[in-house]
């Protein structure tokens, strides 16, 4: 728990989900039922009507041989009891026997198919569902994604992407038990009205319990959410082909290793907790079901003796009472299964219905005109849950065409500003706009279209070189022509095109035709990705930060070249004061203010000038290394001491 400050449990977020979930009663499950049946039956109908057509069918025709299945030996039975000479019994109870055996032999037939259907229509269902709640995630607003609340609900809902398989296949188990209970019901009523009450009395604690066991579950696993997907991404690391070497060197592996250790105890005792709970209600289910059984067979002793109810009906009320409790069992496991699976259903829904409040608008007014000029009046943005404010009354102008040079220490928000000139956040308060068109009332996609982005750490997609160029425009065609010049403008083309496998090599050694990358051209990669896009606005944040000095050179002569069209415009975030100095226009941030603009000579000329100060005590490091005398090997430790000592 030392990387996390404790537990990760969360009783408060569970509060707010336990009302309306946990609440349910069994019978209110049971009556959901039809609904849900409705539900997934319209996503399978979607995805292929005939297998789910043959697959109910199927079912259905499975659970009507069960029925013939008891009627039958309902029937050897009577004529198996009846007087006669024992051949004449057999013969006449021949054609109940092979009923009987051609009614197994169609289940068995029937089970193939529906294994097979199975098979073709389950996985369809899930992948839709997987497209819906991903797709959902990848539109939603970034701030949104921020917030640790709504994440985290967004976050349930990958728990319910294979459940409507899941309760499809129960509910399918439901509808075959359900006919076949049927028939054993049918057959018991026949014999005795009491019986069937009977039947009802042995089935009762076992529906409570599973239901009991079924919230327990359910209650646990939003508790844990957290530290479920905390101990996954601990571990993520660690099977990476090119792992962090701090896991060896530092050890951290095995601070990795003991924390999920530490946390898997915690986990696993929560296991047991449940497991011990489960046992308990497990003792007192068994118990009172054993004992409604134990009233059902006296009943049928009672019957027997008192009411003068016949051997063979006294028989088949056993197989039925037997069959019948199975068939229940059946169908409370499988209600009870769906049940739970229409919770992490209806997580799934209400994520995705929560990520479409939280969606990037697609509709509103377009960026419209060549290239873009943005414009940003007193803008302040607070990062959700954050206790102050990342920027505060910021007002400039980045023009079309030109570059523009956003400076400033660590933290004093040039990443976040990029971010919100780049549409990713909306301002708390003020104005971004593009050619006039306020991004909050802006078609985001029309904002987006207009920006190349180069972000800080380059995304390293477990892909092909090609497709991690490509993955750039990924809403057009690929074209390798244009990759390989991308590339080439990049300085990578040649590196790439050495590679074994070529364009071909997956960007991560742990595949087939893996290739490692070095950190340099992994930034590469991302310059080559944003030159591809190729749109009006190029937004670079530390785009040298692991390049040699040459290369560094280099990629600032380019980025400005990119502006020779009169159309595109550069926006450089960078600590490299010297490459700012040709830039158009600077923007010097501090504290999430904005300071000081104007050209390299303008600030350089301010007195006091914070851009002026950190220039200078960048341009002093070079100066007190050109100035020094270069040092001479350094005297043994011996002769320092005994010299001190002269
Ligand atoms: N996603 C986030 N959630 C909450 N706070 C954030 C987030 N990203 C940045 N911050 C905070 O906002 C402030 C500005 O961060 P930002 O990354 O914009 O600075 P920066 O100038 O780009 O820094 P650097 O030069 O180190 O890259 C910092 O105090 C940082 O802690």
Redesign the pocket.
């Known amino acids: 728990m030392l990387l996390f400050s404790g537990a990760l449990r969360h009783d408060k977020a569970w509060a707010k989900y336990s009302d309306p979930l946990l609440r349910m009663s069994f019978w209110a499950m049971a009556r959901q039922f039809p609904s849900m049946l409705a539900m997934i039956g319209r996503i399978a109908w979607r995805e292929d009507p005939r297998a789910l057509v043959v697959l109910v069918a199927a079912q259905l025709a499975s659970g009507a041989m069960s029925a013939f299945l008891l009627v039958a030996t309902n029937q050897v039975l009577v004529h198996l009891f009846a007087g006669g000479p024992t051949p004449d019994k057999l013969r006449e109870a021949l054609p109940a026997l092979l009923l009987g055996g051609a009614s197994s032999a169609g289940s068995v037939l029937l089970g193939c198919l529906i294994v097979q259907v199975e098979g073709r229509l389950y996985p369809k269902i899930e992948l839709s569902c997987r497209t819906a709640y991903y797709g959902m995630m990848t539109r939603v607003e970034m701030s949104a994604m ?1 917030d640790k609340d709504i994440h985290r609900q967004l976050a349930l809902g990958q728990y319910g992407t294979d459940s409507v398989r899941r309760m499809l296949s129960s509910s399918v188990w439901i509808i075959s038990g359900l006919m076949s209970l049927g028939a054993a019901a049918v057959v018991l009523a026949t014999l005795h009205p009491l019986l069937l009450a009977a039947l009802l009395l042995i089935a009762a604690p076992r529906w409570w319990g599973a239901v009991v066991v079924m919230r327990r579950a359910y209650a646990s696993q939003h508790a844990w959410i957290d530290h479920r997907r905390a101990t996954d991404v601990l571990l993520w690391p660690i099977t990476r082909a090119g792992a962090t070497p701090e896991l060896r060197v530092h050890g951290a592996g095995r601070l990795l290793i003991h924390a999920q250790e530490d946390m898997g105890r915690t986990a696993a005792a929560e296991k047991a907790r449940l497991a011990r709970a489960e046992a308990r209600t497990e003792v007192v289910t068994a118990a009172m079901s054993g004992t409604a059984r134990i009233l059902a067979y006296g009943l049928l002793w009672w019957l027997l003796v008192v009411g003068g109810m016949p051997l063979a009906a006294a028989g088949t009320a056993v197989l039925a009472i037997r069959n019948a409790t199975g068939y229940l069992n059946q169908i409370v496991s499988q209600l009870n299964r769906m049940c739970e699976e229409s919770l992490y259903l209806t997580d799934m829904n209400n994520s995705i219905k929560l990520g479409a409040q939280h969606a990037i608008p697609d509709h509103g007014a377009g960026v419209e005109g060549e290239g873009v000029e943005v414009v940003l009046q007193d803008v302040t943005f607070r ?1 959700p849950g ?1 206790e102050r404010d ?1 920027l505060q009354g910021v007002s400039l102008t980045i023009p079309k065409g030109k570059v523009v040079a956003l400076v ?1 220490e ?7 500003l990029a971010g919100l000139i780049a549409g990713l956040y909306l301002p708390t308060a003020g104005t971004v706009s593009y050619n006039g068109v306020d991004v909050r009332e802006a078609n985001r996609e029309s904002v987006f279209d207009r920006v190349a982005l180069l972000p ?1 750490d380059v995304d390293c997609w477990p892909m092909t070189v090609r497709a991690n160029i490509h993955i750039g425009d990924a809403g057009r065609p690929l074209d390798q022509e244009k990759i390989e010049a991308a590339a080439e403008r990049a300085d990578i083309r040649t590196v790439v095109e050495k590679l074994p496998h070529g364009w071909d090599s997956i960007a991560v050694k742990d595949f087939e035709r893996g290739v490692r990358l070095s950190g340099g051209q992994w930034q590469r990669i991302g310059v080559s990705r944003a030159v591809y896009r190729e749109r009006d606005l190029l937004i670079v944040d530390e785009p040298t930060a692991a390049l040699d000095p040459k290369a560094e050179i280099d990629m600032f002569d380019s980025l400005r070249s990119f502006t020779d069209d009169g159309v595109t415009t550069v926006l450089l975030i960078t600590h490299r004061l010297a490459a700012t100095a040709n830039a158009d226009v600077i923007y010097v ?1 501090h504290d999430g203010r904005l300071i000081e603009h104007g050209g390299h000579a303008d600030l350089m000329a301010l007195e006091p000038g914070h851009y002026r100060t950190l220039y200078e005590m960048q341009a002093r490091q070079y100066q007190q290394y050109q100035d020094a005398p270069v040092p001479g090997p350094r005297p043994p430790a011996d002769a320092v001491k005994n010299g001190g000592e002269r």
């Open positions: 921020e990062y954050a990342a400033g660590n933290g004093s928000g040039k990443t976040t800080q941030l």
